[in-house]
């Protein structure tokens, strides 16, 4: 599984971004699309996760303002980021679980910055 994120950017602080993770390869089964992020020198967290079956979750930080979505047809998942804040500037990180098979596979970042 090949996933390929982008939309990543510079953008002021209450402005809005789309980023984009498409999948390719062996990308059938039960999965769960997560969206990480990690900051300089924190952690990577969980931000906003979607499975094939819609269920969604969302880290408290980014209740409200990220809305994570996918198009089956498109083998895409989306998260679209409002309102952002300062402290949302992060490389971003798709990630594709499939619990049946126990892997797990990473895209590459893309990074957003927002300027106050």
């Known amino acids: 599984v090949q996933l390929q994120a982008s939309g990543g950017g510079l953008v002021q602080a209450g402005g809005s971004l789309r980023l984009s993770c498409e999948a390719s390869?062996?990308?059938?089964?039960?999965?769960?699309m997560f969206w990480y992020r990690q900051a300089p020198g924190k952690q990577r967290d969980m931000v906003a996760s979607?499975?094939?079956?819609?269920?969604?979750n969302y880290a408290d930080s980014v209740k409200g303002r990220f809305t994570v979505f996918r198009d089956n047809a498109k083998n895409t998942v989306y998260l679209q980021m409002n309102s952002l804040k300062p402290e949302d500037t992060a490389v971003y990180y798709c990630?594709?679980?499939?619990?049946?098979?126990?892997?797990?596979?990473w895209g590459q970042g893309t990074l957003v910055t927002v300027s106050s």
């Open positions: 990630n594709a679980y499939f619990p049946l098979r126990q892997v797990s596979y």
């Open positions: 390869g062996n990308i059938f089964g039960t999965n769960v």
């Open positions: 979607i499975s094939s079956g819609g269920n969604i």
